[in-house]
């Protein structure tokens, strides 16, 4: 994987792709729980003036992977005609959705968390990115980041992301592959980078 310049880079790059849900250009950001994705998105975001939508605000408790229809219902097939998006984000402490938040069709969304690149949401999106992150790592940080009060959760998460990406992985169909470095981070994009 080659060093690349700045960041800024990277977000020409995807600010030239072409629209692939309607008006939008839908960059896929996945990766393990804890890999990064959320902080990598973040500063993409800010680069390119995109809103981000977290699949963290989208699944639940009884549905960590499940989701999908009401993703399509409420946010893909809107913004595919044009129209603003209105969904409501789950709140993980109540265990419920909240209020409801609308979401324009702005020329590029970044969504990202974990099964942002799932077979159902591919023919929507523009770019794939992948978070290199090694599992156990990305894990690690993500229990340290938690803390021990949600170490119960992140034992089912653990056997759930698991059977996920065993039934539907995305990494192999990732354009680019993103590694946090010490100064940044480092991309690789196209075909053989991802094979």
Not at 3 to 31: F, H, K, M, N, Y
Request: aromatic residues 8%; hydrophobic residues 40%.
């Amino acid at each position: 994987m080659e060093p690349q310049p700045s960041l800024e880079t990277l977000a020409r790059e995807l600010a030239a792709v072409a629209p692939s849900l309607g008006p939008v250009r839908l960059i896929g950001i996945d990766g393990h729980a804890g890999s990064g994705k959320s902080t990598f998105a973040g500063r993409l975001a800010g680069l390119l003036g995109a809103p981000v939508l977290h699949l963290d605000d989208v699944a639940t408790h009884e549905e960590l992977f499940g989701w999908e229809e009401r993703l399509r219902a409420q946010v893909l097939e809107p913004l595919a005609a044009g129209r603003p998006a209105h969904w409501a984000p789950y709140d993980w402490v109540e265990r419920r959705f909240g209020p409801e938040r609308v979401l324009e069709p702005a020329p590029l969304l970044l969504v990202e968390g974990v099964g942002a690149g799932r077979r159902a949401l591919r023919p929507c999106l523009a770019r794939l990115l992948w978070m290199q992150t090694p599992l156990e790592e990305s894990w690690q940080r993500g229990r340290n980041r938690d803390g021990r009060e949600l170490s119960d959760f992140w034992d089912g998460w653990e056997r759930a992301e698991r059977a996920h990406f065993s039934n539907d992985p995305s990494r192999p169909f990732a354009d680019t592959l993103v590694r946090q470095s010490g100064t940044g981070y480092e991309w690789s994009s196209g075909t053989p980078a991802t094979a």
